[in-house]
């Protein structure tokens, strides 16, 4: 059957679940908002970890689902904050023009809380949910910040990074300086970093002013921009680096623009471009897809299968053109990929109605009810039989 949206039977839709992790190096609980996509119960996916969960998880499970086939499925993971400016700061630093006396003096455990993300945090979501060694790391503002910090001085720890108007200013844009000026002695070499910029200049002023300005008027983006530029005049080796200033967007509205970017971005690479297969109907798309997944697990560092719902899509409609040969090798590419989906069979026996083999269909359907009860699945077996 083609696949559509179902309501819960309790007319909830729910986007995901909090969980609670007892972290030893932090000496508190701390929650997290988990999403998990729909799937086969032994399929796995890479990890989306969000910085300030309670305020960015929604926006990034509707953008991660809106998008799933330009992006890949995700588990999502929105870390809750306990106390922010703590962990969300690399250094420790005195009270400025910026940082008040009580922020100031919390500062500076951005490592703990790294290792808590590292030694405790992803762990706990690897052996409880079902995951990949794929993860990426989102943070806006001082979530930015910290991004950027495990960017620099944890770089293995995730695929990709994404920094949205990142607060760069921290510590008088010395750390940041600092990072720089290390960058050559470190290695990117499969990594990726989209940084965003939000248009926090006041009016009347340009780029050229801001850089110039001793006030600090605009301080995240005074940081920023510096930081692109040098990001793209250095060219780190072995770095996929993306960038986007948002004219039409300030420090607070930006990021749901951004992640939405941000993962475009990153998996550009992993769409598959049904106009190609459309432009070469000589070409077997069976074929296709198997060169187009082959770069995909290349990039995503283990075998990825093309999506059920993608495959099946494709069946039906080179079914409905009666190019049925085309239509049966992905059928059963389904089946073979997902045998225990009681939809992949239901579509089998679709085929077989359309292909005139009564037989074999009441074979497929009667195999999807095996899998799971379901009254359309059911009500074409019983029309069969009464055939």
Known sequence: MLTGFAQKKDNRITIGTVDTVYSNILKEKRAVYIHVPEGDKNEHFPVLYILDGETHFQSAVAIVEQISGIVPNMVIVGICNTDRERDLTPTHVKPDRIINAGDAAKSGGGENFMGFIEKELIPYVDAHYPTTTYRVFSGHSLGGLTVVNAFFNHTNLFKAYIAIDPSLWWDGEGWIKKQEAGLLQRDFSGRSLFVAMANNIPVGMDTVSLMKDTALIAPVTHAVFPFIQFLRSAKPPGLYFGSKFYPNEWHGSVELNAEYDALRYIFNFFRFDMNYVRAHPELSPDSLINVHFNEVSKQ????????????????????????????????????????????????????????????KAMEAYEKSLNLQETSDTRRKFEELKRK
Do not use: C
């Open 300 to 359: 995503m560092g283990y075998q990825v299968l093309p999506t059920e719902d993608m495959i099946n899509d494709m069946a039906y409609g080179y079914m409905s053109m009666q190019r049925m040969n085309y239509a049966y090798a992905l059928f059963k590419r389904n089946i073979e990929n997902h045998p225990g989906s009681s939809n992949a069979w239901d579509s089998f026996g679709d085929y077989y109605v359309a292909a005139g083999d009564k037989q």
